[in-house]
């Protein structure tokens, strides 16, 4: 993370300097109207279903059938979007939502909507954006100088809680107007300028030399790097608590219109209105906070703000009072989670980068789901009131966290690739899908500098196993103690292959300081074995010998 006092251009765009990037500008504005889009189709789907049921909890299934894709999705989004062009990837998620919105028009049109099938395409259209979002978050860094990514992400939030402060208002007019079937027409019409927007995005795709990985492959890479990789490990543990003690605020705002504010359904209307406001005016000082104070500080200050806004939405029985407080803690959450997405970006590798984000979306979303059950029990067990001022009060401690997971700062020798000049030596016919494959790599460290050395093999092993290493060990030999030998496996020889295309300038500085112990740093000491090898020899003396095949490499 950048250090308080940041760069003169980030001082002097300010909030809305991203925006003069043509590129950025025009996916941005797209975007707010893609958003308007979402929120329109959400009011029409549950006008639409109170017409087709009578039942409570069909229509409570709307919302459901809209969000959870972008749950069960993201994970594998991220995956695909850090495999192939982003570009590609989200002009794809917003085709299918386009086709899926269009199918469900003609059958509104026609008369030919039930409840179920309604819900499928809320569902099916959900998806599409699931696969978008995770592409698009991570194409933002390379649409906008490193400087002014935090401002870039702080637009983004914008562009989403300036469409919810006004979306559902509009929506219930269109639908008033002209039918449930007009609101799924132009939710269908909203995503096409964004379509349109990376569709003439000239966007440089630099293909990886090395076929895709496999999805199932793709997705635990991703998750093995963000368990190794504290910096990440970090930020998700604590999107998941912040979104774990501040959830009561979304969760029970019906609540707190009704039983709190003695007030009805506009009321609520109102309340949303105040938090979206407060979002809005949160995220435009994402940049200018993080500038002059730093993320670490930052974080804790809103996370104080946030929870004294919400208990005073607890004791608060006045409607102004109530929008005042909910208006500073949605500023202060959007800020924070701002904050923490930022961060996501910087200290993610662009080959993880979507996956990283997919990661940071679930952890935020898990914990926001789990703390809506856990302040909703509390209410249901005392009272609203109680349950408000409790969440406060979980969320004005957040602080007291950075003491045990302070927010790591990160480098781009942490984060970008380094081009390996040797290429390892290959003897067998192999092939991308060999393996196991096992490398031993000896040092020869004189017994005295042990501990140290011992130590700095401590950091080499975790850049092994966020890059795509298992089984990682470290063996001394009884005879000779001056002999150490490190092992660690790849499934094939094309996941060792995309390893070593993922070491940083900070991997190759570990590896530097272990070699500074190694008195024969100077003798090329590495073995790669294939640990399985019946594959590389005749299963018959008279059978044809693999040696004379060639080798699947895809290299300089």
């Not at 906070?289 to 730093?294: A, S």
């Not at 200290?347 to 856990?374: H, K, N, Q």
Request: one cysteine or more; a positive charge.
């Amino acid at each position: 993370m950048e250090a308080p006092g940041g760069s003169e251009s980030a001082r002097r765009g300010g909030a809305f300097q991203p925006l003069r990037e043509p590129v950025f500008r025009r996916i941005w504005f797209a975007s707010v109207l893609s958003n308007f889009g979402q929120l329109i189709l959400g009011v029409g789907a549950a006008w639409e279903m109170t017409r087709l049921t009578t039942s409570a909890s069909m229509v409570a299934l709307v919302q459901t059938a809209m969000m959870l894709p972008l749950m069960l999705v993201a994970v594998p989004a991220g995956a695909v979007a850090d495999m192939f062009d982003r570009r590609r990837i989200a002009m794809a998620g917003l085709g299918f939502s386009i086709a899926s919105a269009i199918v469900l028009t003609a059958l509104a049109w026609f008369g030919l909507t039930s409840p179920w099938v309604l819900l499928g395409f809320c569902a099916l259209i959900g998806a599409g954006v699931a696969l978008y979002s995770p592409a698009w978050q991570a194409s933002i860094s390379e649409q906008v100088p490193a400087d002014e990514l935090p401002a870039a992400i702080a637009l983004g939030s914008i562009s989403y809680n300036v469409a919810r402060s006004f979306g559902p208002a509009v929506g219930g007019l269109i639908v008033l107007a002209a039918g449930a079937q007009a609101a799924f027409a132009i939710n269908a019409v909203c995503y096409i300028p964004l379509f349109a927007a990376f569709m003439i995005w000239n966007r440089r795709h630099v293909p990886s030399r090395l076929p895709p990985e496999q999805i199932h492959r793709a997705i635990v890479s991703g998750a093995r790097y963000a368990f190794h990789a504290g910096p990440i490990r970090i930020v998700l543990l604590r999107a998941f608590l912040f979104g774990l003690a501040g959830a009561s605020a979304a969760a029970l705002a019906p609540l707190i219109a009704k039983d709190l504010l003695g007030g009805n359904a506009s009321t609520y209307g109102i309340l949303l209105g105040a938090s979206g406001v407060g979002a809005v005016a949160g995220a435009l000082m994402v940049s200018h906070l993080r500038t002059h104070f730093g993320t670490q500080p930052t974080t804790g200050f809103m996370a104080v703000v946030g929870g004294l806004a919400l208990v005073v939405t607890g004791f608060s029985r006045s409607v102004p009072l109530t929008c005042l407080a909910l208006f500073v803690a949605g500023g202060a959450n959007i800020l924070t989670i701002a904050l923490l997405n930022v961060s996501v970006q910087l200290a993610a590798p662009r080959w993880v980068t979507a996956r990283a984000l997919s990661l940071f979306s679930s952890a935020l979303t898990g914990g926001i789901a789990i703390g809506a059950v856990i302040w909703g029990a509390v209410a249901n067990t005392w009272s609203v009131d109680v349950a408000v001022v409790a969440s406060g009060a979980a969320l004005s401690v957040m602080p007291f966290l950075s003491l045990l997971l302070p927010l790591p700062e990160a480098s781009q020798a942490d984060v970008e690739p380094v081009k390996l000049a040797n290429e390892p030596e290959v003897g067998l016919a192999l092939t991308s899908r060999s393996g196991p494959v096992v490398i031993e790599i000896d040092y020869d460290v004189d017994p005295a500098q042990a501990r140290a050395f011992y130590d700095a093999m401590l950091a080499v092993q975790r850049t092994r196993l966020r890059n795509g290493g298992f089984n990682w060990s470290l063996a001394r030999d009884i005879a000779n103690p001056a002999l150490w030998t490190e092992r660690y496996q790849c499934p094939t020889w094309g996941d060792y292959l995309r390893m070593r295309d993922r070491i940083t300038q900070a991997d190759i500085d570990a590896q530097a300081l272990v070699r500074s112990f190694d008195r024969k740093a100077g003798e090329t000491r590495v073995r790669r074995r294939l640990e399985r090898p019946f594959g590389s020899v005749r299963w018959q003396a008279d059978s044809p010998d693999p040696q004379q095949g060639t080798i699947d490499y895809i290299g300089p």
